[in-house]
């Protein structure tokens, strides 16, 4: 009989123990806010590799992009640029599905405090590359804008450059025999407005593609105009903000 007493005392411990600990809350683990970027450059990553469906961007193996990059699309998408440490920084740029094709794009970047740069993938997903540009961004004192054009076509053997027209300076090349996977300085551009480019191969008046909207810029900042997609298929000019 006592030992029976005994067997109930101490299931009823456990019992007493155990709701206990259903009842306590766990700490949430919250991650350390970072306030102090003086020793950190801005990134931002363009993907102009052709049927690129999904992927992530990751620095020294730590995953920073939580949202899915696609072929055409921006990261960060709701912000000019990310933070990343100054210093040689691995980079990797992947599709983390386990069926993929593509082949994973790793490189080493060196990167300075205080310096903006902006990384664009290109060719396609079985030959993935990348060219990392320093963001060289001058604030204008009026109240134009800043543009600056990035040729990024793919195509299995080498296309003539291109010439770059604006809708609003009739007859003028806004930017000159642009060759593939080169990007242009940022040069003075009216803000406030919409626009048109137009596309031709260097020294003609071929269109390669389309006429193509650029929407209105905002004083002061600068932006960037990529020629982007398939040669022979579908291309594009896509325009997003650089700062």
């Avoid at 003086?38 to 931002?44: E, F, G, W």
């Avoid at 920084?89 to 082949?103: G, H, M, W």
């Avoid at 300075?112 to 664009?120: C, L, M, P, V």
Wanted: proline content about 5%; overall charge positive; hydrophobic content about 40%.
């Amino acid at each position: 009989m006592k030992f029976l007493k005994k067997i109930n005392s101490i299931l009823w411990v456990l019992a007493i123990s155990v709701l206990y600990m259903s009842c306590t809350k766990e700490t949430p683990h919250i991650a350390t806010r970072v306030t102090d970027f003086s020793n950190s450059a801005s990134v931002q990553v363009f993907s102009a590799t052709v049927k690129a469906a999904r992927n992530y961007v990751y620095i020294d193996g730590i995953p920073v992009s939580g949202i899915a990059l696609a072929y055409g699309g921006i990261f960060p998408g709701t912000a000019y640029s990310f933070k990343v440490s100054a210093g040689s920084r691995s980079v990797t740029i992947k599709d983390t599905l386990p069926a993929t094709t593509q082949v994973p794009l790793t490189f080493t970047q060196t990167m300075e405090a205080g310096k903006s740069y902006t990384i664009f993938t290109y060719d396609t997903i079985t030959s993935t590359k990348q060219v990392t540009i320093l963001n060289n961004m001058v604030i204008p004192t009026d109240s134009s804008a800043r543009l600056r054009f990035a040729n990024f076509i793919y195509n299995t053997t080498p296309v003539a450059n291109v010439d770059v027209y604006s809708f609003r300076k009739p007859g003028t090349k806004v930017f000159s025999n642009i060759a593939t996977n080169q990007v242009t300085d940022f040069i003075p551009y009216a803000s406030l407005q919409t626009d048109t480019l137009y596309v031709y191969a260097a020294g003609t008046t071929s269109p390669l593609i389309a006429k193509q909207l650029v929407p209105s810029l905002v004083p002061s900042r600068s932006y960037t105009s990529v020629y982007n997609g398939s040669y022979r298929g579908t291309k594009a000019v896509t325009t997003f903000g650089t700062y």
